[in-house]
């Protein structure tokens, strides 16, 4: 499942919020994923090799991290997050499979 077709399936969002469409929300979802699969937490999922120099990015990059977890815990809020996180945990679901087969 790519992050187009996860996309695809989400509401229209009717809120002010921005749309989780950017790259930049897209590897946040990635540290959520990450902390799913590993049972990590979430201060630890590692950055993306391509942000993790530039202390501008990285400073995004952990904003976004944090406000995905947060929207997520909340889903209940905000309808979106409630569509998009279901999709999430099947991603990591199957993820964790293929991994555990290699």
Not at 57 to 85: C, I, M, S
Request: with cysteine; glycine share 2%.
């Amino acid at each position: 499942m790519t992050w187009w077709h996860i996309l695809a399936q989400l509401p229209v969002l009717t809120s002010h919020r921005k749309p989780i469409s950017d790259d930049r929300r897209r590897l946040a979802v990635s540290a959520y994923i990450w902390t799913r699969a590993t049972e990590g937490e979430p201060d630890f999922a590692p950055c993306p090799p391509h942000i993790a120099p530039d202390p501008a990015l990285r400073a995004v990059w952990t904003r976004e991290r944090h406000n995905v977890f947060h929207w997520l815990r909340t889903t209940d809020y905000q309808p979106y997050y409630g569509a998009l996180k279901p999709l999430l945990e099947d991603h990591t679901e199957h993820l964790t499979k293929a991994i555990d087969r290699r």
